[in-house]
Each structure stands twice: as C-alpha cells, then as structure tokens.
C-alpha cells in the first residue's frame, strides 16, 4: 500500500492556508497514493478541538477510494518520554504519532546544545528508547533524522551501529512504527547513501515496522517520493507486512 502518513493541515501553524482535508486528500490522489494520515501537531498551546474539525471535515467529502486517517503528531517533551495531550483524546483517533527531536522549540527538554555531536546523539537515542514503549504510540516521526535541525550537517556516521540495532528491536517488540522520511531518503533526486547504510538498512533488518512519510506543510509536498520510497525500501528488503499504516494497527487503545 502506497501511503504518506506524516502531513499537516492549516490547523498546524507550519503547514499553508489551503491545506485542509479537501484539498489534501485531492493532492494525494493525484500524486498516486492509496492512503494518507493527516497528522497536526498538539503542541500544549493547541486547543485539540483541531482534531475534531479535521474528522467533521473528512465525514463532508465525497466518497473516496483513498483511505484517509485522522491522527495527530504529539511532542515528545523530555528525555523521559513524556507526550503533551490527554490519552482520553487520543482514543478518538486512527493513528497516534509521536514527532521525536523537536529540539528546537522552548517547551521541549532538549540535550545541551555545547555538548559534541556524538553526545547530542546519545541523549536523543535515550529519548527515543524512553519513548518506544509507550502503548498509546502507533508511530514515531523522524527518528534521528529530527536531529538534522541542531547538529546541521550529515551526521549519519556518528550513530553507534547497536544504537540502531535497540531502537529496532524495541519498536518490533512494542510494534511501534519508526518513520522513513521521504525528505531524509533523497537530497536533490539523490539517494542519501549515508541515511541509507547507517539507519535504513540496519532497521529493515531488525524486522520493525516502518512509516512511509513526507511531513508535508504543503500541498506539493504530498506524497512527494513515496512512490519511489516504498519501492526502494522493499527493494533493500523490508517486508510489505513490514511497511505499516493504520490498516495494520494492533495496539488497542481502551
């Protein structure tokens, strides 16, 4: 199944004003895809009544064969794991994600930013092995990759092979689904070989699932190399039982 499930609506501040489901869904269609998740962010100043618009708005359209999700990206505030929203929320969605290494922003307890890349690197593994098991995660958003935003430069070679090796180990045993982002994957219409040989090849072969995804803030961006991704990493070996969406959900959220 071809399918983006990182994307942003206008209800998320980063995303365009003409970004709502409507026109998303249209944007999908015709980039090929067969499955989208819209998934804004719930930072701890967003009112979540977001959420609810983003489903009345899905129960307007017209009949689709797209297959269409309504989830969310949470913060994952601190080294411990913790994520903003209210679990009671998090029942009425199709798929619960959690946006990793958001270091960037002042309510998120990042490592300290004086410390060497290597350092940096070993508290943002910790953070996400903290934040693997929680039951309430479908997904996590960029792993690793997030980090790109407070080191800026190709810092792949400096993670720990075993560092890799845990991370997917943990997310098979929790099913928890760590995302490939299309935009991590190539760089100028280029493969990103160093991504490739130090994060993707060593997940695939750890057998965890895996999230196809653009994080798309506009309407171009939609489904942007998915096609391309999905066919790259079955070529390098995962699994389409390894490639997940929502469809394939078993975690129950009661």
Not at 67 to 93: A, F, Q, R
Not at 115 to 122: G, H, K, N, Y
Not at 147 to 153: D, H, I, P
């Amino acid at each position: 199944m071809i399918v983006d499930l990182h994307m942003h609506s206008h209800h998320s501040r980063c995303a365009q004003r003409e970004n709502n489901v409507q026109t998303m869904v249209d944007a999908a269609i015709a980039a090929g895809l067969e499955g989208i998740a819209i998934t804004d962010h719930l930072h701890p100043h967003i009112d979540p009544a977001i959420l609810a618009d983003n489903r009345n708005q899905l129960a307007q359209l017209k009949e689709t064969k797209l297959e269409v999700w309504i989830g969310v990206e949470l913060d994952v505030l601190n080294w411990e794991g913790d994520l903003t929203g209210d679990p009671e929320l998090y029942k009425s969605l199709d798929y619960v994600m959690a946006g990793i290494h958001h270091y960037h922003v002042n309510w998120v307890d990042g490592p300290d930013l004086s410390q060497s890349p290597v350092e940096i690197l070993a508290f943002a593994q910790q953070n996400l092995m903290n934040t693997i098991p929680n039951p309430w995660l479908d997904a996590i958003g960029h792993p690793w990759t997030g980090v790109v935003k407070v080191l800026n430069f190709n810092f792949y070679n400096l993670i720990k092979p075993e560092w890799i090796e845990e991370a997917g180990y943990a997310a098979r045993n929790h099913q928890t689904a760590l995302e490939i982002p299309a935009w991590a994957m190539f760089k100028d219409d280029a493969i990103n070989e160093d991504y490739l040989q130090h994060v993707v090849r060593p997940l695939i072969k750890t057998g965890c699932p895996l999230v196809t995804a653009t994080d798309a803030h506009s309407l171009s961006n939609i489904g942007k190399n998915i096609n391309r991704l999905t066919k790259l990493l079955l070529e390098e070996g995962a699994t389409e039982e390894q490639l997940w969406s929502p469809a394939k959900r078993v975690k129950t959220r009661v």
